[in-house]
């Protein structure tokens, strides 16, 4: 089964505005992780949200997590240039894999 | 920060040829594991490897692909006889424990060209 769909696909914004990327999931989990993958490169976390929370902050990242829609979402307030990458989340599936989604192509346009 | 080290960083091989990607996961890790993205695709797990034993593998991961951690650093993936559908970036991955919120520390991926 597909778990973790990002959506939308792409998107394309200026920079300063902000990108919200979302995420739905199937099945049951206990934690949802956010990664971003700059072109070519390997993936680097982000931030984990814990299934009994409902909103975690990092700098200019906010995540929420709706267990009841079996939803998240990734928000990047102020949006750079830098944040130019793809972004993927990821839910734990059996013991030992964490499983991606199909990831949202970010590109913030200077 | 420690990371996680691939080698090598691009590989070309020709159909039917064996090859074999190498990882060094972080040196107090325990957990391993081996992804692969086709071009512009998802992230797709491949197999997870702790205490010298396969955990978990997907379909993917037939009896074409072997994984092994020979010695005290290395984490290797075989791909026995390549396929053109092999083509893609396979990302080693490590965590430190098996428990369900620690993190993944990627490679930067090795990427494989089967002609």
């Known amino acids: 089964s597909q778990q973790g769909e990002e959506d939308p696909q792409a998107l394309s914004i200026q920079e300063g505005e902000n990108a919200t990327m979302n995420c739905s999931y199937k099945?049951?989990?206990?934690?949802l992780q956010w990664y971003r993958q700059n072109s070519g490169r390997g993936l680097v976390h982000l931030i984990l949200?814990?299934?009994?929370?409902r909103e975690k902050h990092s700098g200019r990242l906010r995540v929420t997590l709706d267990t009841s829609k079996k939803s998240s979402s990734l928000l990047i307030t102020a949006s750079r240039a830098a944040d130019t990458a793809s972004y993927f989340c990821?839910?734990?599936?059996?013991?030992?894999?964490?499983?991606f989604g199909q990831g949202t192509r970010l590109t913030i346009n200077p | 920060e420690p990371e996680v080290t691939q080698t090598p960083s691009h590989q070309v091989t020709q159909m039917g040829q064996e090859v074999i990607l190498r990882c060094v996961p972080i040196?107090?890790?325990?957990?391993f594991y081996w992804y692969r993205q086709i071009l512009g695709q998802k992230v797709e797990f491949l197999v997870s490897?702790?205490?010298?034993?396969?955990?978990?593998k997907s379909e993917i991961f037939d009896d074409q692909f072997s994984v092994e951690r020979p010695d005290g650093s290395n984490f290797t993936l075989k791909i026995r006889s390549t396929k053109l559908e092999d083509s893609a970036m396979y990302f080693c991955?490590?965590?430190?424990?098996?428990?369900?919120?620690?993190?993944?520390?990627f490679g930067s991926g090795t990427q494989l060209s089967v002609l």
């Open positions: 099945t049951s989990i206990n934690n």
């Open positions: 949200i814990r299934s009994n929370e």
């Open positions: 991955a490590s965590r430190r424990s098996g428990t369900e919120n620690e993190k993944l520390f």
């Open positions: 040196s107090n890790h325990l957990y």
């Open positions: 990821a839910t734990e599936q059996g013991a030992q894999k964490l499983v």
């Open positions: 490897f702790y205490n010298n034993e396969i955990s978990e």
